[in-house]
């Protein structure tokens, strides 16, 4: 078949996952070096409910799966086929007529679909997780899958050990809540047969050992959005899983879970992805879990685009945020230099996240105006909007926070519960990179280098001073103006702001 030269220079990139509890397709395009998500399906297949106890898919989930496959199909047809990657995990590995439905689904889709090994699965997320978080620590990152769970330490790019189990929340309703009672005798059963699976796995993980950890698979995304609903950091303890089981229990039947912020499309497989994540955080005696923005088909498609590992994550990020919205760059390059010479003036105490706290502090001065592009009055409210809502990719759930925070409260006003919401860093320190920030765009007012001040400044007892020259200070008297509108805000934060030639 030809295909048009339209259809050849085509920017979309579409990734299908098979997987044993969803069919998902996502479809994005580069934009700025970045990944601009631009449809995204998914559909409740449950292959893994369709094995019988021979390992046979029965007819009504070859029916339900193919069905779902016509539907992804319609869009494919606009998508080159080399732009495309389509991929079955635990449940066509196990069923013994896969062939069956694999070559059907292939007809359907007019492309190759390949069947992964546990392992290629296991490492295929750990590369999304990569290409998705910042972290340069070494990683354990965690998945839940329908009918089976991957476990992965990893540093940057590299896979140090991977594991593929035959364990998945659909596989474990089906054996252990198969009644549809939610009761104790069932969660004991479920978290005992997973660490089963686990314990020749503990020592050689834990004696590698890690210092983050990462999940990106439905179980965790439906434990973030309760904790998000409840305006708590997304961040997975186990304390909040125990919390959350005592709070199924007294729901007593699947059929009747009410959780407020969990969706309905995630209850029938709930606890028992529940039951697994709590084996793991006990076996593996994990202390905290974030949600990671990648897992396998960021995985798939970051490796099938060029030079991605090439470019920094977050630099990416920024670089599309700032061609989507029209930020002025130079501006906001000029604005980052004097927050990060004020910074290193103040000589604020070097903690383990002094780099990241410095990041952090760069992107908000990177994406201050990026609610400039809707309007100038509420700029600002806009700005943090597009924060919280957009993709950001090398961006945690409470580093986003601290930026929605941060850009919202970078002029004017100060309110400083919002700076109580974030968990990214000590509310002092959150406190001290908004009053950078905030001189910092005070002194570039004039949107020029050659007129910037050389200034000295320094902290004590929560006072902050700035020395600026006579001259300066009497050729801007509205600057001026502005700094002594800033002491009044910055005593909101327990701050004070003293100028002096």
Known sequence: MMISKQHAESPLYAIIDLGSNSFHMLITRLLADSVQTVDKVKRKVRLAGGLDEDNNLDDAAISRGLECLSFFAERLQDIPPENIRVVATATLRIAKNAELFLARAQKILGTKISLLTGLQEAETIYLGVAHTSCSADQRLVLDIGGASTEIIIGEAFAVKKITSLDIGCVTFNRRYFHDGLLSKSNFAAAITQAKNELKPLVKSYTDIGWQDVLGGSGTMQALAEVLMYQKRPAIITLDFLHDLRQQLLACKRVADIAIPGLASDRKPVFASGLAILTALFEALNI?????????????????????????????????????????????????????????????????????????????????????????????????????????????????????????????????????????????????????????????????????????????????????????????????????????LYLKSLGLSLKIHC
């Open 287 to 487: 202390r905290q879990l974030q949600l990671s923005s990648g897992a396998l088909r960021e995985g798939l498609l970051y490796e099938m685009l060029p030079d991605m590992r090439k470019i920094s994550i977050r630099q990416r990020t920024i670089n599309s945020l700032t061609q989507r919205f029209h930020i002025d760059q130079p501006h906001a390059s000029r604005v980052n230099e004097q927050a990060c010479r004020l910074v290193q003036l103040w000589q604020l105490p070097q903690a383990k996240a002094h780099s990241n706290q410095r990041q952090l502090l760069t992107t908000a001065c990177a994406l201050h105006e990026v609610g400039l592009l809707m309007e100038y009055k509420h700029h600002q409210q806009h700005g943090a909007y597009i924060i919280q809502h957009a993709d950001l990719p090398g961006f945690d759930q409470s580093e986003r926070q601290l930026l929605v925070a941060l850009v919202r409260l970078y002029k004017a006003d100060i309110n400083h519960e919002q700076l109580n919401e974030q968990s990214a860093l000590d509310y002092q320190d959150a406190c001290l990179l908004l009053a950078a920030l905030r001189l910092a765009v005070i002194l570039c007012r004039r949107r020029r280098d050659d007129v910037l001040p050389d200034y000295e400044s320094r902290i004590e007892d929560n006072s902050i001073y700035l020395c600026l020259p006579q001259d300066w200070l009497a050729q801007h008297p509205l600057i001026v103006d502005e700094l002594r509108q800033e002491h």
